[in-house]
């Protein structure tokens, strides 16, 4: 039996002088799946999130989280300062200002990009202390290898922003590296990785080579929740999401 | 000046391993001021007849907008059943999410971009009002 929860969330909104008449308005609902009457089982927990610059925060990645469901952001800004505010946007568009002690509830698609995938195809022999560098790893060998050698060393290597795998089959000379993010868009010289201003640079004293190709092409997600705080100096906004 | 108070009650027994309950009230004032927001549309209430594609909801050309704004929005799917769900964006296909059945939302506005609604079925009920400054701060 599929897991389910039972969360409820209430509104209400009321103003004796707004209007001339008194206003009161309420809603409730549980929070479903999509298309659903199943309670939304995952959460990120009720968290907080400091800023101590103007720049722009990435509060919750589009990607990592099912796309075009049921999921639902809370946020809250917690200054006691009357002026300063968080910005809220969806990726670069801006949705408005959460001044001091104001809260938002908001269903969230959470469309995700296309991550990027590129291929390192490998060739012929490589020598004592050839490397490859790319993501910030700089991998050597430690003897002269055959190529699928090499293919399962860089395969098995940690990158931070890339996971790589072995293609597979009976030839086994081809690493294809993923973004993890699909924000995260490189402009890969694409060819031969022995060249200095690619992101994947090859330096091989052997006769062994080594050529970039582009299997996907990245595109950005837009719709990544970014927050945008009013001063450098500290600022906290409380968040929750509640997802399927 | 007037005060509107929003309050948000959000509460699970079992979506995390303990009790979770948790209040939340706002007075919705203007920008950088403790003086209440001064304006205010009404609730409207629509069913639509047919599936809806970019419908404006809310147009940013009624509102100021030079940023230093507080306006808010509340979006309410009033339809009944399970998948018969709003897609609120704004202006430009920039998707913010599905109000499905009973959901609702409650969101800052910018006032620079259009809130448009699509929707898929028909008699797809929705109400909808904002809550604005006259001027900027």
Redesign the interface.
């Known amino acids: 039996m599929a897991k389910t929860a039972t969360t409820t969330v209430s509104f209400s909104l009321s103003s004796s002088d707004l209007t001339s008449s008194a206003i009161n308005i309420t809603a409730s609902t549980k929070l479903t799946k999509a298309a659903s009457r199943l309670g939304l089982t995952d959460t990120s927990g009720l968290g907080v999130k400091t800023t101590t610059s103007i720049d722009q925060y990435t509060l919750f990645y589009a990607d990592q989280y099912t796309a075009d469901k049921s999921s639902k952001v809370y946020l809250k800004n917690l200054s006691t300062i009357a002026s300063e505010y968080f910005l809220v946007s969806i990726d670069d568009e801006p949705l408005g200002r959460l001044y001091a002690g104001d809260f938002s509830f908001f269903p969230w698609s959470a469309t995700d990009g296309v991550r990027q995938v590129i291929s390192l195809t490998l060739a012929a022999t490589w020598a004592t202390a050839d490397t490859v560098t790319f993501d910030g790893q700089t991998i050597t060998g430690a003897a002269a290898a055959t190529t699928a050698a090499w293919v399962e060393l860089l395969a098995t290597t940690k990158y931070p922003n890339w996971t790589a795998a072995e293609n597979g089959g009976a030839s086994d000379t081809v690493v294809l590296f993923t973004a993890k993010d699909s924000n995260n868009l490189e402009n890969f010289q694409l060819g031969s990785a022995e060249v200095a201003t690619g992101s994947i640079v090859a330096t091989i004293t052997g006769n062994g080579t080594a050529v970039v190709a582009q299997v996907t092409e990245g595109v950005a997600s837009a719709n990544d929740i970014k927050i945008t705080p009013s001063v450098a100096t500290s600022m906290s906004l409380e968040h929750i999401l509640i997802n399927e | 000046m007037?005060?509107?108070?929003?309050?948000?009650?959000?509460?699970?027994?079992?979506?995390?391993g303990h009790n979770?309950s948790?209040t939340?009230t706002?007075?919705?004032?203007k920008?950088?001021?403790?003086t209440?927001?001064?304006e205010?549309t009404?609730?409207t209430s629509r069913k639509y007849p047919a599936a809806q594609t970019d419908t404006v909801v809310v147009a940013d050309s009624i509102y100021v907008y030079d940023?230093a704004?507080?306006?808010?929005v509340?979006i309410?799917n009033t339809s009944i059943g399970?998948?018969d769900?709003i897609?609120?964006e704004?202006e430009?296909n920039?998707?913010?999410?599905?109000?499905?059945p009973?959901?609702?939302?409650?969101?800052?506005?910018?006032?620079?971009?259009d809130i448009q609604v699509t929707t898929i079925a028909t008699n797809v009920s929705i109400e909808y009002?904002v809550?604005s400054q006259s001027t900027v701060s």
């Open positions: 007037a005060t509107t108070t929003a309050t948000l009650i959000l509460s699970s027994a079992d979506v995390t979770f948790m939340q706002a007075t919705l004032t920008a950088a001021s403790s209440g927001l001064d205010f009404g609730i940023g704004v507080a306006h808010k509340y309410r399970n998948s769900y897609l609120v704004l430009g920039v998707i913010v999410g599905r109000l499905y009973g959901d609702w939302m409650f969101i800052p506005y910018a006032g620079t971009l009002g809550f």
